[in-house]
């Protein structure tokens, strides 16, 4: 497992905490470092900062976490893992090898459901608006892998189902 945690406001706090960041060997514009107050998960985890500057000067901070232990982590990069430093450079080339495959399947998916602008004021509506959207999404990706046939969906304008139908 290795994830990019989306919670920017606790990765900046932590890399306000950090004594020493390391420079990345192969990337010259991004520093390292481990997390000083990792978040608890139930399995123990790996947490490390990336701090990277864009042209303009702006700080970056990405929080990743990961769940490897180093035999599989040296396997998967190719590096030797036998430093704190190593397994932190080990980890950021893992993270830097990663698809964007399943976010870009997720944002195609909301944005061909049209999720991006249907928004119920009812938490109940939104609720049921997100259910059936998940359903519609499991109906289109699901289906057409098992018997080759492809399901179009319509939408009324205010988020209700319209009509799908199967074709070949």
């Known amino acids: 497992m290795l994830i990019k945690s989306t919670n920017w406001h606790y990765a900046r706090r932590q890399a306000e905490q950090v004594a020493q960041w390391e420079h990345d060997l192969r990337r010259s514009d991004r520093e390292l470092a481990w997390c000083p107050e990792p978040l608890e998960f139930e399995a123990d985890t790996q ?44 980890l950021a080339c893992l993270y830097d090898q990663r698809g ?38 499991n109906l289109m990706i699901g289906q057409p892998i098992a018997d080759g046939r492809k399901c179009t969906v319509r939408w009324y304008t205010d988020g209700i189902f319209c009509e799908s139908y199967w074709s070949t």
């Open 100 to 137: 964007g495959g399943v976010e870009t399947q997720f944002k195609n998916g909301k944005q061909g459901l049209g999720l991006h602008r249907r928004n119920k004021k009812s938490f109940a509506a939104q609720e049921v608006l997100v259910l059936l959207a998940q359903l519609a999404h």
């Open 47 to 90: 947490q490390f900062l990336i701090r990277k500057y864009t042209d303009s000067g702006k700080c970056k901070i990405s929080l990743v976490v990961a769940r490897l232990n180093d035999t599989l982590l040296a396997e998967q990069t190719g590096l030797p893992v036998t430093t704190s430093q190593e397994c932190l450079i080990a």
